[in-house]
């Protein structure tokens, strides 16, 4: 499986994670935190701060747990609380590699690689505007 690691410094304190391509049990990992989260955020508001609590807890939180293989932190793994509370240009980071190795994970996916066939198909399927 491929890895990546990602490594900032904060405060004088290095930050580091190393994250792979999924297995089985990674996906499954990440199914029932997004479950969690989604049910956490059951009757969110259309408050911006509690959208992005929503999404940060329900799409983001579990791909990074789940596709997290090492790291240096004290604990693991890292509550919602401590994760939302990370620098955000190690969040981001951590984030690309996440969503790099598992583009599947990604919110709206896209497959990068379809035939001609399939590319053709998919713009008749389109909404014409």
Not at 112 to 121: V, Y
């Amino acid at each position: 499986m491929q890895r990546k690691t990602v490594e900032i410094e904060h405060n004088g304190k290095t930050m580091r994670v190393v994250v792979q391509q999924s297995t089985a049990r990674m996906g499954m990992l990440r199914s029932v935190l997004i479950e969690k989260g989604a049910l956490a955020s059951a009757g969110s508001t259309t408050n911006p701060e509690d959208v992005a609590m929503s999404i940060l807890r329900a799409i983001y939180y579990p791909a990074f747990i789940a596709g997290t293989v090492e790291n240096n932190f004290d604990h693991w793994p890292l509550s919602f609380e401590e994760f939302i509370d990370l620098p955000e240009p190690f969040e981001v980071e951590w984030e690309r590699a996440i969503f790099e190795l598992n583009p599947h994970w990604r919110f709206v996916y896209e497959p990068q690689d379809r035939t001609a066939e399939e590319e053709a198909e998919a713009k008749k399927k389109a909404p014409s505007t």
